[in-house]
């Protein structure tokens, strides 16, 4: 069967673990550059993936995002609040849209190179702080990919039901290596641990059972940096 696909990969975990987990229709992948404080380090770690599967990567430029939207994401670590993803703190974590408007050049893109459908990583656990990630969200922007284009692209959304523990699960069982991807939303050269992503990051790998000793070397790192 021919590769048909692109992917939108972030470089974390759950869209690396798609990369692998359906590496056989993945034709190109591509990486959005749009300001975030990890968008650096998730970018060297989707090249490396992509390397190893020999799918080829993309970079595209939206660094008006970052220039023009409002996020804490955007805003430098020290804008990031710590805690749980449920916790009305993580709101200011959102930019607006962003998945919206990542789909959309994902699609032009993907129309572009004669290929059927776009594939986006969202899951369960993104539901409750980040609209763009809803079910509602991804079947009306599928319908919209399938209206906008000549060949009706599909919107793959496969992980959208499954938690981030299921899919660190997913991704013990297709061997994939969590040391080459990257989730702290403060972007620093190491996970602070505290963060609402390195909090669901850390307890999707103990749910999988996935001890990755360079997290919590790094995590000790960055807790030792802020106390000199």
Request: net charge negative; with cysteine.
């Amino acid at each position: 069967m021919a590769k048909d696909a692109l992917l939108v990969l972030s470089g974390g975990m759950d869209s690396t673990t798609m990369l692998w987990d359906y590496a056989d229709d993945i034709a190109v992948a591509v990486t959005f550059q749009y300001g975030s404080n990890h968008n650096k380090r998730e970018a060297e770690c989707a090249r490396w993936n992509c390397e190893k599967l020999g799918i080829e990567w993309i970079e595209i430029d939206l660094s008006f995002m970052g220039e023009y939207f409002k996020s804490s994401l955007l805003e430098g670590a020290d804008a990031i609040p710590e805690g749980n993803y449920d916790d009305e703190n993580m709101r200011s974590t959102v930019v607006p849209f962003r998945n919206g408007i990542m789909l959309s050049v994902a699609a032009g893109l993907a129309e572009s190179r004669g290929l059927k459908a776009v594939m986006i990583a969202n899951h369960s656990g993104d539901h409750a702080i980040y609209p763009d990630c809803r079910p509602g969200f991804i079947k009306a922007m599928g319908q919209a990919i399938g209206e906008g284009t000549y060949e009706h692209l599909e919107l793959r959304a496969p992980y959208t039901g499954l938690t981030k523990g299921e899919i660190a699960l997913r991704g013990k069982e297709l061997g994939v290596d969590y040391s080459h991807t990257y989730s702290c939303y403060k972007g620093g050269e190491h996970h602070c641990g505290k963060c609402g992503t390195c909090v669901e990051r850390r307890e999707a790998l103990e749910f999988a059972g996935i001890t990755l000793e360079n997290d919590r070397q790094n995590e000790h790192s960055s807790a030792n940096e802020k106390e000199t």
